[in-house]
């Protein structure tokens, strides 16, 4: 039986990854941060289910010795470094604390599986934020990168990491650059969750309103389902090599709302607010990806189209809706 690590285990990614790799037949272990904002309740809500399946292991990005500490008491075929800031507004607001987590918590990874189990495959969770203000479209494995936030670079800093582990110490060691995922698992935060979870707040009279940024930006949005297949793909390969993960199509956050309000039989027009606030220092205008690498390598391919993406989002958050108690709606809607 195989045995993989996954930091970022209660994320979006990192809970359909644990699922896949037990369905696989893997045994599971994950890091959790000792303490957080969130309580335990909400904060294991997407492993709640896998719970006595998973092994939850508690450390911290930022502490090498408490992330050694995990990698010296079990040997580990795999490991899927997922945990990061990674909310791109947020790494405006507090560049200091995404830089520190993002590529200090890569590098601990690295050293710590340099020194106890250089053997280990590992996979880091590269991003197409790192092409940034993009030099061509759409974007592949030999795009250069021009990132254009904080976390951007931070991602960039974790992929030159991750190349330079492989290549100083011969360490199977490979970055995902992975486009846009979502799901009805995705944070709040991101624009794609906050405009279904307000088209349910809509719907169920909760909310009046969705106040959204640069409405122009385009994005390729594929679902974080598919997206976790590839990562475990990337790790069984005979040589290690990076690759993109995206599904060639692009959308602005406008059409994203238009299909969105529209599935809840309502028009985007009437609800939709542009607020400064929301917009960014620097923005990435556009993001297209090309994935030929992975689908001809890998035989990695899509279940989702864009379309059935958008549904299950939406109908996700309606459903929610309809299953919470009335005093807790409000709370629940993040409009
Ligand atoms: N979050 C948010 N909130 N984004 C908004 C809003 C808003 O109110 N209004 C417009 N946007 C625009 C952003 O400016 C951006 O162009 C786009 O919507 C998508 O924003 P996010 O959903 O926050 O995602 P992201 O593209 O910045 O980053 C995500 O994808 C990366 C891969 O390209 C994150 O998941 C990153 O962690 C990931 O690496």
């Not at 719970?51 to 079990?74: C, G, T, V, W």
């Not at 030999?142 to 582990?165: C, E, M, Q, W």
């Not at 794609?192 to 640069?214: D, F, H, P, Y």
């Amino acid at each position: 039986m195989k045995r993989a690590l996954i930091t970022g285990i209660s994320g979006q990614d990192g809970s359909y990854l644990a699922e896949h790799l037990l369905s696989l037949g893997y045994e599971v272990h994950g890091i959790v941060r000792r303490v957080a904002l969130e309580d335990p309740t909400r904060r294991f809500s997407r492993i709640d289910h896998l719970r006595d399946r998973i092994n939850l292991q508690p450390a911290s990005m930022e502490s090498y010795p408490s992330l050694f500490n995990i990698i010296s008491k079990h040997k580990f075929d795999e490991c899927y470094h997922l945990a990061a800031q990674s909310f791109v507004a947020e790494s405006f607001a507090d560049g200091f604390s995404t830089m520190n987590t993002n590529i200090n918590g890569t590098h601990y990874m690295l050293a710590a599986l340099r020194e106890l189990q250089p053997e280990c495959r590992f996979y880091f969770a590269g991003s197409s934020e790192m092409f940034g203000k993009v030099r061509e479209s759409p974007q592949n494995e030999a795009t250069p990168f021009h990132p254009r936030s904080p976390y951007g670079i931070s991602k960039v800093a974790g992929f030159d990491l991750t190349r330079n582990y492989r290549e100083a110490y011969d360490m199977y060691c490979v970055s995902g650059i992975l486009f846009n995922h979502e799901s009805p698992r995705r944070g709040y935060e991101f624009v794609t969750r906050k405009i279904t979870s307000t088209v349910a707040g809509i719907k169920a009279g909760l909310a009046g309103e969705l106040r959204l940024g640069n409405l122009e930006a385009k994005r390729d949005w594929g679902h974080a389902e598919d997206y976790v297949k590839a990562m475990h793909l990337m790790l069984q390969q005979p040589e290690p090599e990076d690759y993109v993960v995206a599904t060639g199509e692009t959308h602005t956050v406008r059409d994203f709302c238009e299909l969105a309000f529209g599935k809840a039989n309502l028009d985007y027009r009437d609800f939709v607010k542009i607020d400064e606030q929301f917009c960014r220092p620097a923005e990435v205008d556009l993001l297209i990806g090309d994935a030929s690498r992975a689908r001809r390598s890998l035989g990695w391919k899509m279940n989702y189209t864009f379309e059935e993406l958008v549904s299950q989002m939406v109908k996700g958050d309606l459903d929610a809706l309809d299953n919470l108690p009335n005093k807790q709606r409000q709370i629940e809607t993040i409009a």
